[in-house]
């Protein structure tokens, strides 16, 4: 293996692992599917380095692999959970402390109300709370970027009116 490849990976990866977080945060509650998420977004990563194309910054191309794998885990490990029996979840369903005070505040509201959405909405949520712009979620997303100011606003006035209605209970 090119020891200089290798040593790229890397640096590309610690310069962009505030991506990875990110997008692991939103697709998973569980500590450990977090580190399980994160270790296949790298694999994966890994597997695509060599097919990087240099027209993209290397941000996008981890948002478009590290979404379309997170997205990929999700619908994996929610069928599973279907599947498994709901007296075994119970007894493992273990909810992290910070996850409980962090619903406390108004960005626990927000983060509830997003976690809810459908796959691809939640995907430009996320990119839209990064500040991408259109152009790049249109980029990393694989959708025009009329279509992504569309979904975007119409996402907003869902989640205005959500979070309204969560806070007033």
Known sequence: MNRNKTDNFLNIIESNKG?????????CRNNEDRKDLIQEI????WKSYDNYNETFKYSTWMYRISLNVAISFYRKENSRKRI??????EIFDF?????AEEKETNFGFLNQIISELNDLNKALMLLYLEEKSYK?????IGISETNV????????GKLKKEFTQLKNK
Not at 149 to 156: D, L, N, S
């Open 19 to 27: 991506i990875l977080y990110k997008v692991v945060n939103s697709y």
């Open 42 to 45: 790298i694999l994966q990563l």
């Open 84 to 89: 498994s029996n709901s007296l075994t979840t």
């Open 95 to 99: 909810s992290d402390t910070e996850i």
């Open 136 to 140: 790049e979620i249109s980029e990393i």
């Open 149 to 156: 100011a569309t979904k975007i606003g119409r996402i907003k």
